[in-house]
């Protein structure tokens, strides 16, 4: 039976991750990650969750079943923060979530969901794009399809490029946008372009799938979680992913959600029975813990206070590693512009770096992706000069 299977592609990021994991040169770097480090260069526990920890400890609570869609204390604080605490969607009852497990299950159920409604539809992602969201939506039966999106010349959006792939859809496909902090590239839109994009989603009658892995790694909570509001306002179905791994640094946990919009409070409800029915047949129900610890720190006035500010210090120093990698790179490459890292926002850089120049760093223990997609938020204090260094010498 299982002699003629072929082995499976690897998984190019977590491979990168094996051979750091092998070098036994003791100043390696990796900066193909996709997870933040402090300035130790250690992933952070957040002192936010250590508190929700300790309190939910004290209850010693029964590890019961979950309902199916997940814990309702958690599903109402996704989406207070996902659409913002006064969004219509949830008065008028026309939004439903499921807890799901991080935002790739979020996304996994989204897609099982519209595949049993939308069969026909095409999925779009966006040229490039986070590597599991093709495998992702192939696996749920779709064909994928690329839109402009990534310059490599300014090092920003494509957008004259966007806007017209987003124009020659076929209504009723499924484009997958991330809501900020683009991952791979680091390049964002920006507001005014966000609204022409809404425009054209809503003009030709797409389904926007909007992915929010790192809600307040851009400019803000609300600022990052805005562009959702201005999906709603614009009326139609929207589905939105969201992830908990990076903001609250609970990779492990699995922490994440799926919310769809749906045009009144009874078609909601049949949403809902439809999304419960796709976790039912996958896993059943999500686990406790993570769910638990972060609806405790939403809901708890000083712990969210607290999660803000240690957010906000995440924030702050990928932005302070972005003005050094630039400032240093300035005065060792004085030749090379790296400017763009700096307009770049969330976790990732694309670099610029090619892959022959990718493969020299890593000659020097120095660990990128292929394509020059750097973690800003692997850089710290004390390794930055080595890389600095490193990649002067390889330009
Ligand atoms: N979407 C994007 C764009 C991501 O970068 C990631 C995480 N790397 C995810 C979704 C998945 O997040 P999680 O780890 O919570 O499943």
């Known amino acids: 039976l299982f002699g003629a299977i072929d082995m499976a592609p690897r998984d190019p990021i977590l491979g990168i991750t094996e051979a750091f994991n092998a070098d036994t040169n003791p100043a390696k770097i990796n900066l193909g990650v996709g997870v933040y480090y402090d300035d130790n260069g250690k992933v952070p526990l957040l002192e936010c969750v250590q508190k929700a920890e300790s309190k939910l400890m004290e209850q010693q609570a029964p590890r019961t079943y979950l309902p199916i869609e997940g814990l309702a204390q958690y599903d109402k604080a996704v989406q207070e923060l ?25 996304l996994k159920i989204g897609a099982d969901f519209l595949k049993r409604f ?16 093709r495998a992702l939506f192939e696996s749920a039966g779709f064909v994928v399809n690329h839109y ?10 494509n957008f004259e490029g966007m806007l017209a792939s987003l124009k020659s859809m076929p209504q009723g496909s499924i484009v997958v946008l991330h809501a900020c902090c683009h991952n791979p590239t680091g390049a964002d839109l920006t507001q005014e372009q966000w609204g022409a994009v809404i425009e054209a989603v809503k003009a030709g009658g797409l389904i ?12 803000g909570i609300a600022e990052d979680g805005a562009v959702v509001g201005r999906f709603v306002q614009a009326g139609g179905p929207l589905l939105v992913s969201n ?21 009144s409070a009874e078609e909601a409800a049949r949403l809902l029975s439809q ?13 406790v813990h993570g ?27 990928i932005k302070q590693m972005r003005d050094a990698l630039v400032e240093k790179l300035k005065a060792k490459a004085p030749g090379h512009d790296f400017d763009f890292v700096r307009k770049q926002v969330g ?16 000659a020097e223990s120095i660990y990128a992706v292929d394509t020059g997609r750097i973690c800003v938020a692997a850089l710290n204090s004390k390794n930055i000069d080595r890389v600095v260094d490193a990649i002067a010498k390889v330009l």
């Not at 939308?118 to 969201?133: G, K, T």
């Not at 402009?148 to 959006?157: E, K, R, S, W």
């Not at 720190?297 to 957010?311: A, G, K, N």
């Not at 976790?347 to 890593?362: D, H, I, N, P």
């Open 275 to 287: 999304l419960k029915r796709v976790v039912r047949t996958n896993y059943s129900n999500p686990p």
């Open 118 to 133: 939308a069969p026909d539809s095409q999925v779009y992602i966006s040229d490039p794009s986070w590597e599991n969201h």
């Open 208 to 219: 926007p799938f909007l992915d929010m892995a790192y809600q307040g790694f851009g400019s």
């Open 82 to 106: 996902v659409f913002g605490a006064n969004s219509p969607v949830i008065q008028e009852k026309r939004a439903v979530t499921v807890q799901a497990l991080g935002g790739t299950g979020g």
């Open 347 to 362: 976790m990732f850089s694309y670099s610029g770096l090619t892959k022959e120049q990718v493969a020299k760093l890593r």
């Open 291 to 317: 769910g638990k610890v972060v609806a405790t720190v939403l809901s708890t006035p000083e712990l969210r206070q607290l999660w803000e500010d240690e957010l906000a210090h995440m924030r702050v120093r």
């Open 148 to 157: 402009a999106y990534y310059d490599p010349a300014t090092h920003g959006v």
């Open 243 to 263: 992830s908990f791994s990076k903001s609250f640094s609970l990779y492990g946990e699995r922490v994440g959600a799926l919310s769809v919009v749906a045009s």
